[in-house]
């Protein structure tokens, strides 16, 4: 979905809670030339960094709220099931101050179950993991730190 709405002209691109750097390197791939990677674990930024499809994508071990980013540098600020790591009012503010006028922020969330009303939801999304297991990486590539459950609700 990210790649999918990357900016004409797009010339630099930050995904907050890079994880291990898929999205870092898949931005860089579809052209953009400038690509930043950010996420508070030091182990993921250094295996981002050590990846050998790095290349010369930036990684910044930190915090996107308190790291000296400019306002209005980012053509593309992506934000993918890292919003609930953060204040959620403090990291959209953030995430929207980065992007620079005609830009695009790209959020994509988890939020905590409201149950009992979210109950059906979370049986068919078991279900759905039974059926479709999440495939484990040739690598051995760590998964990148998991916060559950998350700490925000979903509002509706």
Not at 8 to 19: E, L, M
Not at 40 to 65: F, K, T, W
């Amino acid at each position: 979905m990210v790649l999918d709405v990357i900016p004409a002209g797009c010339k630099r691109a930050i995904d907050v809670g890079c994880g291990n750097g898929g999205l870092t390197r898949a931005l860089r791939d579809c052209g953009v030339p400038g690509v930043m990677g950010i996420d508070r674990d030091e182990p993921c930024i250094e295996r981002c960094m050590s990846h050998p499809g790095a290349g010369d994508i930036s990684y910044v071990a930190g915090d996107v709220l308190a790291c000296p980013l400019e306002a209005g540098s980012f053509d593309l600020v992506s934000s993918v099931a890292s919003l609930h790591h953060m204040d959620a009012r403090a990291g959209l503010t953030r995430l929207r101050d980065l992007v620079a006028p005609g830009g695009v922020l790209v959020v994509i969330g988890l939020a905590r179950p409201d149950l009992p009303k979210d109950i059906p939801v979370e049986v068919a999304a078991q279900i759905a993991r039974l059926v479709r297991p999440e495939r484990r990486k040739a690598d051995g590539t760590p998964k990148p730190p998991i916060i559950w459950p998350p700490p925000e609700r979903d509002r509706k």
